[in-house]
C-alpha cells in the first residue's frame, strides 16, 4: 500500500517541546486517518530542531464506498417536517426513502450510497486539518499571518505515493511575493504549499533538497548532516560521550534529562571535550555542575576515585576543519566567565554568616495572604520543634536548623543560581561551625521533591521537611488555594506526595489531625472561608486522596484505604496497616461472605430505623432470643468485639480481621434461619439491636459499606420474609 509523508520545517522548535508534539502529530493524523476511512497500518514520528516528521505506511489509496442512513420524523408526521426532511436529504419523495421500526415507532430513513473519493483527494485537507490541531505550550504568531505556532512555519512536504499533494495552508492575507519554500508559484508569501523539498544541516548543508519517498528522504537529510531520528541522535551523543570520557579514564556523570535536552538542540551531534580551570576546582561540585548543566549544557565527568574530573563535554551541531578546537576554547572562555561569577559569590557568601542572610528574609515574600519568608520560618521553628518532640527527639536542633533553612535565599550564590537552595545553605552552615546534622537537615528540607527524589531519613532532617511542607498545605488550604483539575500551581499535590513518603518511609507514628491543627494555628492573621476543623478535615481527606493513588501503583484498591479513613484514622502508618490487613481479609471466602452479611445488616438497619424513625442502637436483650442462632451470634458478638478491640489497640490488625472471621459461621446462621421483621414488635426490635451490634462490630475495623465489590442476593430476601 502507499506511503504518506508529512513533513513540518520551521525554526529552532524549543527542545522540552519536541517528544510530544511529534507524538501528538501522529496521534492527531493517524485518527484523522481513520474517522475518514483510510486508517494507516503503521506510522512513526520524527522529530530535530528544526522539523516535525510523521511517515505513515500502508495508507489505502482510495476510501471504500460507504452507506449513509439520514434519521428522518416519525411516520405520519406533519408535512413541513416531511418536506424539510426530503429537501435536507436531497429526495423528491418519500418513495426513496425506507420506512423502519425503531424501539420509539417507525421513522423514514434516507439511505444513500456515497462512492469513496481517492486519498490523494482527501488527504490535503486532513493534513491541513491536523497542522492546525496541534497544541503548544507556548505559541507565537508571525508577521500579519492567522496561524498560532511554536515558531515560524517556513515550509511543508506533503507526498502521498511518491507524488506531491495539493493545496497547502494559508497563513494570513494575501501578501505579494515569493510563495513559502518555493512549492506553490501563487506568489503569496503566507501560503505554505506542500512540497517536495526540505533542507538539511543550516550551516553545513543548507540547499534545498528533492524527496520522492520516506527512504530517500531520511538518507538524503543523513548525507545532508541531519539526522532525523531523536532516538539515534541520542545514542550518537551518548557514545560519543562515553568514549571521549573513556580516552580521558573518566566515566560520565549520568544526566538523562540532559541527553534528552541536547538531543534536541542538535541535528548532528558531535561531542568535544573541555577542560575546568583547577583555581574553580575548589567550588562545590554542585556549583559546578549546576554552572555547567543549567547554563551551558555540558555534561559533567567524574575521576576514578569518584570526585569531579576538571573537565566537561560540549555537543556542537558542527562539524568542523580544525576538529572543533576553536568550539571548545569558546566554550571553555564562557565558562570561565561563569565560573569566576561563581567564586566571586562562594568567597563573599562566605563572610556573611547566614543568621544576617536570615534577617532578609522579611523582604521577601512568601505569599500575598500568607506573609514573607521571615514568617514562614518563624512558623517552622515552633512546627519543627514540636514534630521533633513527638518523634522522641530533642526539639532544640530541629528548631535550629528551620531558623537558617531559608537563610541561603539571600545569598549571593542562590541568587545567581536558585537551583542551589538548600544545597548553599548546608555548604554556609558548616562553615560556620554549625553541627553537620543541622547542616544536613538544610540541605535535605525540600525533599523529597518528586517521586524519584531521595527521602529523607535523618531525624532531624525529616522533622524540618515535614514541618515546612505541613506549613506549605496548611497556608494554601487555609486562604482556599487548592489544586483544582489538572491545576496545582502551588505543588500542593507534590507536598502532599512529600509528607505521605516521609511519614511512610520512615514510619512516623505522628497524629496528622493534630498535626495540621497546629500548623493551622500558627497562621493567626490568615481569614478563611472555612472553620479550623472544616480544613484540618480537608487536608486529612487531601493526603488520603494522594494516598490512594499512591498506593494504586502497587495494586492497593483505594476503596479499602477510603473504608479505613472513614474512621478517622490519622495515624498514616497505622492506616496503611489497616489498610494492608483489610485487603488480605475481603480477598478471602470468610471476607467476602462477611462483606455481604454486612451489608444485608446494614440495608436492613437502614430501612426499619427510617420507617420506624428511631436508631437500634444498644444490646440486644437475650431474655428476648426465642432461636438458638440468635443465642450464639450474640454469645459470638460479645466475645469477637473486645478481642477485635484489643488487637486494634496493639496493632495487631490481621488479628482483629481473623477474629472478625469467627463471626462467619453464626451470621451465615442467622440469616438463613431468623426472620429479622417477625410480627412480635419486641422480638423484631431486639433482632434489629443485633444487626446493629454486628454493624458497631465491624465497624471497629473499617467502615465495610465503603468497599466495592460485594454482591447482597439476600439481602431483600430477608426483608420480605418478615413482611
Given at each position: 500500500?502507499p506511503e504518506l509523508l508529512l513533513e513540518l520545517f520551521s525554526e529552532e522548535i524549543p527542545a522540552r517541546m519536541q517528544r510530544a508534539a511529534a507524538e501528538d502529530l501522529k496521534t492527531l493524523l493517524l485518527k484523522r486517518l481513520a474517522d475518514a476511512?483510510?486508517?494507516?497500518?503503521?506510522?512513526?514520528?520524527?522529530?530535530?530542531?528544526?522539523?516535525?516528521?510523521?511517515?505513515?505506511?500502508?495508507?489505502?489509496?482510495?476510501?471504500?464506498?460507504?452507506?449513509?442512513?439520514?434519521?428522518?420524523?416519525?411516520?405520519?408526521?406533519?408535512?413541513?417536517?416531511?418536506?424539510?426532511?426530503?429537501?435536507?436529504?436531497?429526495?423528491?419523495?418519500?418513495?426513496?426513502?425506507?420506512?423502519?421500526?425503531?424501539?420509539?415507532?417507525?421513522?423514514?430513513?434516507?439511505?444513500?450510497?456515497?462512492?469513496?473519493?481517492?486519498?490523494?483527494?482527501?488527504?490535503?485537507?486532513?493534513?491541513?486539518?491536523?497542522?492546525?490541531?496541534?497544541?503548544?505550550?507556548?505559541?507565537?504568531?508571525?508577521?500579519?499571518t492567522r496561524l498560532s505556532w511554536v515558531r515560524p512555519l517556513r515550509s511543508m512536504i506533503g507526498l502521498f505515493d511518491g507524488s506531491r499533494l495539493g493545496g497547502g495552508l494559508q497563513l494570513g492575507a494575501h501578501r505579494p511575493g515569493g510563495a513559502?519554500?518555493?512549492?506553490?508559484?501563487?506568489?503569496?508569501?503566507?501560503?505554505?504549499?506542500?512540497?517536495?523539498?526540505?533542507?538539511?544541516?543550516?550551516?553545513?548543508?543548507?540547499?534545498?533538497?528533492?524527496?520522492?519517498?520516506?527512504?530517500?528522504?531520511?538518507?538524503?537529510?543523513?548525507?545532508?548532516?541531519?539526522?532525523?531520528?531523536?532516538?539515534?541522535?541520542?545514542?550518537?551523543?551518548?557514545?560519543?560521550?562515553?568514549?571521549?570520557?573513556?580516552?580521558?579514564?573518566?566515566?560520565?556523570?549520568?544526566?538523562?534529562?540532559?541527553?534528552?535536552?541536547?538531543?534536541?538542540?542538535?541535528?548532528?551531534?558531535?561531542?568535544?571535550?573541555?577542560?575546568?580551570?583547577?583555581?574553580?576546582?575548589?567550588?562545590?561540585?554542585?556549583?559546578?555542575?549546576?554552572?555547567?548543566?543549567?547554563?551551558?549544557?555540558?555534561?559533567?565527568?567524574?575521576?576514578?576515585?569518584?570526585?569531579?574530573?576538571?573537565?566537561?563535554?560540549?555537543?556542537?551541531?558542527?562539524?568542523?576543519?580544525?576538529?572543533?578546537?576553536?568550539?571548545?576554547?569558546?566554550?571553555?572562555?564562557?565558562?570561565?566567565?561563569?565560573?569566576?561569577?561563581?567564586?566571586?559569590?562562594?568567597?563573599?557568601?562566605?563572610?556573611?554568616?547566614?543568621?544576617?542572610?536570615?534577617?532578609?528574609?522579611?523582604?521577601?515574600?512568601?505569599?500575598?495572604?500568607?506573609?514573607?519568608?521571615?514568617?514562614?520560618?518563624?512558623?517552622?521553628?515552633?512546627?519543627?520543634?514540636?514534630?521533633?518532640?513527638?518523634?522522641?527527639?530533642?526539639?532544640?536542633?530541629?528548631?535550629?536548623?528551620?531558623?537558617?533553612?531559608?537563610?541561603?535565599?539571600?545569598?549571593?550564590?542562590?541568587?545567581?543560581?536558585?537551583?542551589?537552595?538548600?544545597?548553599?545553605?548546608?555548604?554556609?552552615?558548616?562553615?560556620?561551625?554549625?553541627?553537620?546534622?543541622?547542616?544536613?537537615?538544610?540541605?535535605?528540607?525540600?525533599?523529597?521533591?518528586?517521586?524519584?527524589?531521595?527521602?529523607?531519613?535523618?531525624?532531624?532532617?525529616?522533622?524540618?521537611?515535614?514541618?515546612?511542607?505541613?506549613?506549605?498545605?496548611?497556608?494554601?488550604?487555609?486562604?482556599?488555594?487548592?489544586?483544582?483539575?489538572?491545576?496545582?500551581?502551588?505543588?500542593?499535590?507534590?507536598?502532599?506526595?512529600?509528607?505521605?513518603?516521609?511519614?511512610?518511609?520512615?514510619?512516623?507514628?505522628?497524629?496528622?489531625?493534630?498535626?495540621?491543627?497546629?500548623?493551622?494555628?500558627?497562621?493567626?492573621?490568615?481569614?478563611?472561608?472555612?472553620?479550623?476543623?472544616?480544613?484540618?478535615?480537608?487536608?486529612?481527606?487531601?493526603?488520603?486522596?494522594?494516598?490512594?493513588?499512591?498506593?494504586?501503583?502497587?495494586?492497593?484498591?483505594?476503596?479499602?484505604?477510603?473504608?479505613?479513613?472513614?474512621?478517622?484514622?490519622?495515624?498514616?502508618?497505622?492506616?496503611?496497616?489497616?489498610?494492608?490487613?483489610?485487603?488480605?481479609?475481603?480477598?478471602?471466602?470468610?471476607?467476602?461472605?462477611?462483606?455481604?452479611?454486612?451489608?444485608?445488616?446494614?440495608?436492613?438497619?437502614?430501612?426499619?430505623?427510617?420507617?420506624?424513625?428511631?436508631?437500634?442502637?444498644?444490646?440486644?436483650?437475650?431474655?428476648?432470643?426465642?432461636?438458638?442462632?440468635?443465642?450464639?451470634?450474640?454469645?459470638?458478638?460479645?466475645?469477637?468485639?473486645?478481642?477485635?478491640?484489643?488487637?486494634?489497640?496493639?496493632?495487631?490488625?490481621?488479628?482483629?480481621?481473623?477474629?472478625?472471621?469467627?463471626?462467619?459461621?453464626?451470621?451465615?446462621?442467622?440469616?438463613?434461619?431468623?426472620?429479622?421483621?417477625?410480627?412480635?414488635?419486641?422480638?423484631?426490635?431486639?433482632?434489629?439491636?443485633?444487626?446493629?451490634?454486628?454493624?458497631?462490630?465491624?465497624?471497629?475495623?473499617?467502615?465495610?459499606?465503603?468497599?466495592?465489590?460485594?454482591?447482597?442476593?439476600?439481602?431483600?430476601?430477608?426483608?420480605?420474609?418478615?413482611?
Amino acid at each position: 500500500m502507499p506511503e504518506l509523508l508529512l513533513e513540518l520545517f520551521s525554526e529552532e522548535i524549543p527542545a522540552r517541546m519536541q517528544r510530544a508534539a511529534a507524538e501528538d502529530l501522529k496521534t492527531l493524523l493517524l485518527k484523522r486517518l481513520a474517522d475518514a476511512g483510510i486508517a494507516a497500518e503503521d506510522a512513526a514520528s520524527y522529530v530535530t530542531p528544526r522539523r516535525l516528521t510523521v511517515h505513515a505506511t500502508g495508507v489505502p489509496a482510495h476510501q471504500p464506498d460507504r452507506r449513509e442512513e439520514r434519521k428522518g420524523p416519525r411516520v405520519g408526521a406533519p408535512d413541513p417536517a416531511i418536506n424539510g426532511f426530503l429537501k435536507a436529504a436531497g429526495l423528491a419523495s418519500l418513495d426513496q426513502a425506507e420506512q423502519r421500526e425503531t424501539g420509539k415507532g417507525a421513522f423514514w430513513f434516507a439511505i444513500s450510497e456515497v462512492k469513496g473519493r481517492p486519498s490523494a483527494d482527501l488527504l490535503p485537507a486532513l493534513l491541513i486539518d491536523t497542522v492546525l490541531a496541534l497544541s503548544w505550550p507556548k505559541s507565537m504568531r508571525w508577521r500579519d499571518t492567522r496561524l498560532s505556532w511554536v515558531r515560524p512555519l517556513r515550509s511543508m512536504i506533503g507526498l502521498f505515493d511518491g507524488s506531491r499533494l495539493g493545496g497547502g495552508l494559508q497563513l494570513g492575507a494575501h501578501r505579494p511575493g515569493g510563495a513559502q519554500g518555493g512549492y506553490e508559484a501563487s506568489g503569496d508569501e503566507n501560503f505554505v504549499g506542500f512540497g517536495t523539498r526540505t533542507r538539511g544541516h543550516r550551516f553545513l548543508a543548507p540547499d534545498e533538497i528533492e524527496v520522492s519517498w520516506f527512504a530517500d528522504y531520511r538518507d538524503q537529510l543523513a548525507n545532508a548532516f541531519v539526522e532525523i531520528d531523536p532516538a539515534k541522535r541520542r545514542d550518537e551523543i551518548r557514545r560519543q560521550a562515553d568514549a571521549l570520557a573513556a580516552a580521558h579514564q573518566l566515566s560520565l556523570i549520568d544526566d538523562p534529562a540532559l541527553l534528552d535536552e541536547v538531543t534536541g538542540l542538535v541535528e548532528w551531534p558531535v561531542a568535544l571535550i573541555g577542560r575546568i580551570d583547577d583555581a574553580f576546582m575548589a567550588l562545590p561540585p554542585e556549583v559546578l555542575t549546576t554552572s555547567m548543566r543549567a547554563h551551558q549544557k555540558y555534561f559533567a565527568l567524574r575521576r576514578p576515585d569518584g570526585f569531579l574530573a576538571p573537565r566537561f563535554i560540549v555537543v556542537s551541531n558542527m562539524v568542523t576543519a580544525d576538529g572543533g578546537a576553536a568550539i571548545v576554547a569558546g566554550n571553555e572562555r564562557v565558562l570561565r566567565a561563569r565560573l569566576s561569577d561563581a567564586k566571586f559569590f562562594w568567597d563573599q557568601d562566605r563572610k556573611t554568616p547566614l543568621e544576617r542572610f536570615a534577617h532578609k528574609l522579611d523582604q521577601r515574600v512568601f505569599h500575598a495572604k500568607l506573609g514573607s519568608v521571615a514568617d514562614k520560618v518563624t512558623r517552622l521553628e515552633e512546627l519543627a520543634g514540636h514534630i521533633a518532640a513527638l518523634m522522641r527527639l530533642d526539639p532544640a536542633p530541629a528548631a535550629r536548623a528551620a531558623q537558617l533553612a531559608k537563610a541561603d535565599l539571600s545569598s549571593g550564590m542562590v541568587g545567581e543560581f536558585p537551583e542551589l537552595q538548600g544545597v548553599m545553605g548546608r555548604y554556609y552552615a558548616l562553615a560556620q561551625g554549625e553541627p553537620a546534622e543541622i547542616a544536613e537537615a538544610i540541605a535535605q528540607h525540600y525533599a523529597p521533591a518528586g517521586p524519584d527524589d531521595a527521602c529523607p531519613t535523618a531525624p532531624v532532617s525529616v522533622a524540618l521537611a515535614l514541618a515546612d511542607k505541613l506549613d506549605t498545605l496548611a497556608g494554601f488550604f487555609a486562604i482556599d488555594e487548592r489544586p483544582t483539575g489538572s491545576k496545582d500551581p502551588f505543588a500542593l499535590r507534590r507536598a502532599a506526595l512529600g509528607v505521605l513518603r516521609l511519614v511512610g518511609e520512615n514510619q512516623l507514628r505522628l497524629p496528622m489531625r493534630e498535626l495540621f491543627g497546629r500548623a493551622l494555628a500558627l497562621y493567626p492573621k490568615v481569614a478563611g472561608t472555612e472553620s479550623h476543623g472544616a480544613i484540618v478535615d480537608a487536608l486529612l481527606g487531601f493526603l488520603a486522596d494522594r494516598l490512594k493513588v499512591h498506593l494504586r501503583g502497587v495494586q492497593v484498591r483505594h476503596d479499602l484505604v477510603e473504608a479505613v479513613f472513614r474512621l478517622r484514622e490519622d495515624d498514616f502508618v497505622r492506616l496503611r496497616m489497616r489498610v494492608d490487613a483489610l485487603a488480605g481479609f475481603v480477598g478471602s471466602a470468610t471476607g467476602q461472605g462477611l462483606l455481604v452479611a454486612f451489608r444485608r445488616a446494614v440495608n436492613i438497619l437502614k430501612i426499619e430505623e427510617k420507617n420506624d424513625g428511631k436508631s437500634y442502637n444498644g444490646p440486644a436483650a437475650p431474655g428476648l432470643m426465642r432461636q438458638a442462632e440468635e443465642t450464639a451470634l450474640k454469645r459470638a458478638l460479645d466475645a469477637v468485639r473486645p478481642a477485635v478491640m484489643q488487637a486494634i489497640a496493639a496493632d495487631d490488625f490481621v488479628g482483629a480481621m481473623t477474629r472478625l472471621g469467627e463471626l462467619r459461621a453464626p451470621v451465615d446462621a442467622f440469616f438463613e434461619s431468623v426472620t429479622v421483621n417477625c410480627p412480635e414488635t419486641d422480638l423484631r426490635q431486639n433482632r434489629l439491636r443485633l444487626l446493629s451490634d454486628i454493624r458497631d462490630t465491624f465497624l471497629e475495623v473499617a467502615d465495610f459499606s465503603a468497599i466495592e465489590g460485594a454482591s447482597d442476593d439476600g439481602k431483600q430476601r430477608d426483608h420480605k420474609v418478615g413482611l
